[in-house]
């Protein structure tokens, strides 16, 4: 029998934390709960945090909103340990993916995805060495906006926005499903999790959401990772890496779905999508600007004062103003990371009127 | 630079060997042919020796026309070496597989499945360990008669089973595809190779060809492989394997392909399945057997002396009685898989009459 793998889960009542638990709870023997973390919600981490043993359960309360900078400095302490983290959260390898990496590097640390398309594309880079990859390829569902016209997209409302086919997520990336910034910033955290240049890396549209990731090499062969959309997969593929364990998670029956459809992405309709690319090419600040501009953009659109096209509209005109503002550089400190998200909201806030009254 | 890998090509001039060559053309510093074998076309064995610089080239007169025993000799003096042999022929893993495999480990032979759905298998199994392998899943095209009802099975011509949607290959090959007889070969050559038991193999009927094969984890992960229909991605990963090598195979675009399609084998109109399947399970002599009966019985069919549906039925009958000729074990030896391809050729022989005779 191995010693039990010491877990730390850092915002354990969310919903990744939530299926962590599920699977932490079936194999008690093998994992021994160090300490859970919540940013609000004390009673159900409580409860959590007795149900799983867990030594210590803290409670972070943020100031300010601030989903993504909140999260970076917990996780870059636990890479700069040398741990192995799985990491559930975009805005680490968005905002500061170069840092995060580097570090991680010099200390030991072993970085697992566990977003579904980034968790795919680790497992079927097994089937290859890096100097074999051709691209990889990470699917969109598409988002609920898929088929819709473009003058219909300028009229989507929150409600509509806010229904996603297929995960059943918060509102932030549900409605960057919607946009496909989603697909975007996933493209940025690809680059830094698995080292590859832009040209290597791209979108698919795949509204079924089974065929998860795929990775092409130079000989023509594409390994491709397909399960059920059950966030479950890839938590407990980090959990057990490098082995695997079983989960309740329901078996992938193709028969039954009997129809896997693909198709390119169109930018026209989603230029979310496109400025990601543009701000992938680029580097510098720009992923961080873009990052917390589209967190002001979402908030604001989800608040009413934002139409759904004035989204990218606002991540844009943000991305323009920002080297005037200073913001510039590839942030090489939390602090510096910190200090663009600082100008990029401000500029967002700035620039939300105009954008606001601009017919898209 | 590497040393160049010594490469020896048995049936050089077939469809395999032809891709192959193609190959080996295009990097000869890599590559140094050591020998090339055909059965019959001595003036494309020559011309292909001149072009590829083989210092040997062997012409192999086979009186009988045992293909599988016939190729089964040499495949084991290789593994028997202790050389990496890339399989490319289904006999030597149906007929004898499990002394095959016993030789081939016992001497530190190192197996690659060409075959597409193996090779696909094959890159899949690199994701995971062999404990966490829930199944494997080979894809079947279904054959031109996916569609047809039963009856109309029955009344199939020689002339409509030829011609096959996907692959362009040999006749035997061609109608064993339409039986989907060839799947059935293919779950014992699985068997064999992956050392998998009969209840971990599945097959799975997906037309367009672009999925090869699959693995399920017990997590609920599912890696496969696809790629264009193009024998030169599976060669090509025998030859540089364990690291990958340029192909001018076509690049899988599936936004072009659009949709994938998967259904479940119909083990009524395709009863060959379902007897590959219980002659799995039974073991001993019986693939053996059904390899022998079923060649004959595709041969009698492309001569026009048995109907489509007598296939599976003299495959069958000839099962049925073999093992009071004696042809019950397991083949020991490469003379005793030849003494039992030899009672099931002749009771075949023997049979076909009346199963001709029958209507189905």
Chains 1, 2 share one sequence.
Not at 39 to 44: F, N, T, V
Not at 121 to 130: D, N, P, T, W
Not at 350 to 359: F, G, Y
Request: glycine share 6%; hydrophobic share 50%; proline share 6%.
């Amino acid at each position: 029998m191995p010693l039990p793998r010491t877990v730390t889960l850092l915002g354990a009542t969310g919903s990744i934390g939530s299926s962590t638990a599920d699977l932490l709870r079936r194999d008690p023997a093998r994992y021994a709960v160090e300490a859970v973390t919540a940013h609000r919600d004390a009673a159900a981490l409580a409860r959590l945090a007795r149900e799983l043993g867990a030594r210590f359960a803290v409670v972070a309360w943020v100031m300010a909103a601030i989903t993504g900078a909140a999260s970076l400095a917990p996780t870059l302490a636990a890479a700069e340990r040398g741990a192995t983290v799985a990491l559930a959260n975009k805005e680490c390898l968005v905002c500061a993916g170069a840092l995060f990496m580097r570090r991680a590097a010099a200390n030991g640390a072993t970085v697992l995805p566990v977003d579904s398309e980034h968790n795919a594309i680790f497992q079927a880079l097994s089937a290859g060495r890096r100097e074999d990859i051709r691209r990889i390829v990470l699917t969109a569902s598409g988002g609920p906006f898929r088929t819709l016209p473009a003058d219909a997209i300028r009229r989507v409302t929150v409600e509509q926005a806010l229904k996603h086919p297929t995960w059943s997520m918060g509102p932030k990336v549900t409605i960057d499903s919607a946009t496909l910034m989603n697909k975007g910033l996933e493209l940025i955290e690809a680059h830094h999790l698995f080292a590859l240049a832009p040209d290597a890396l791209d979108v698919l549209v795949h509204p079924q959401s089974i065929v998860h990731g795929l990775v092409e090499f130079r000989d023509g062969s594409v390994i491709a990772q397909l399960g059920s959309p059950d966030m479950r997969i890839p938590i407990s593929h980090c959990l057990a890496w490098p082995v695997r364990m079983g989960t309740p998670a329901p078996r992938l029956n193709l028969a039954q779905i009997a129809s896997l459809s693909f198709e390119e992405p169109d930018l026209t309709r989603f230029p979310a999508l496109a400025i990601a690319r543009q701000v992938l090419a680029a580097g510098g600040a720009a992923p961080t600007v873009l990052n917390s501009a589209n967190e002001v953009a979402v908030h604001e659109f989800v608040s009413g004062r934002l139409g759904f096209c004035g989204i990218p509209a606002l991540v844009e005109a943000t991305l323009a103003a920002a080297p005037r503002r200073g913001a510039t550089d590839e942030p090489g400190s939390v602090e510096e990371a910190l200090h663009i998200d600082h100008i990029a909201r401000g500029l967002a806030a700035d620039l939300l009127p105009e954008i606001a009254a601009m017919a898209c």
